[in-house]
Nanobody, 127 residues
C-alpha cells in the first residue's frame, strides 16, 4: 500500500481543517492507519489511529475532543477532522499504515509499528 496525505494549510486559532490520507496499491482494509505529527525542532508524535474496520480509535490526550478520525474502506481513505486548532497544533502531519500486531506492551500509538508512511502535509495555526 502507498499513502498520500493532503488537506494541510494555514488557519487561525480556533479554526478547522480536514486532513485526508488516500491509499493505493491494494490491501487497505488490512491496515491500521495512524496519524502522527512533527512540529519544528521536535520528534514525531502520535495523534490518532483507527482500526481496520473503523471500530476502534484512539487519540493523543492533546487532541482528544477536538480531532476525529474516520475511514472509508470503499474509497481507501482515512480522514482527520481537526477542530479548535491552536498554534500548538502546528506541525507536519503524516499518515501511516501498519499490518503488524503489537506486542503485549505496545499499541498502535507506537510509530515503530508503522512501515508505510505518506509524505506529510503541513498545518500552520496562527494566533
Amino acid at each position: 500500500v502507498q499513502l498520500q496525505a493532503s488537506g494541510g494549510g494555514s488557519v487561525q486559532a480556533g479554526g478547522s481543517l480536514r486532513l485526508s490520507c488516500a491509499a493505493s496499491g491494494g490491501g487497505f482494509r488490512n491496515y491500521f492507519i495512524g496519524w502522527f505529527r512533527q512540529a519544528p525542532g521536535k520528534g514525531r508524535e502520535f495523534v490518532s489511529y483507527i482500526s481496520w474496520s473503523g471500530g476502534m480509535t484512539r487519540y493523543a490526550e492533546s487532541v482528544k475532543g477536538r480531532f476525529t478520525i474516520s475511514r472509508d474502506n470503499s474509497k481507501n481513505t482515512v480522514d482527520l477532522q481537526m477542530n479548535s486548532l491552536s498554534p500548538e497544533d502546528t506541525a507536519v502531519y503524516y499518515c501511516a499504515a501498519s499490518d503488524k500486531v503489537p506486542g503485549p506492551a505496545t499499541d498502535y500509538d507506537d510509530r515503530r509499528l508503522y512501515d508505510v508512511w505518506g509524505q506529510g502535509t503541513l498545518v500552520t495555526v496562527s494566533s
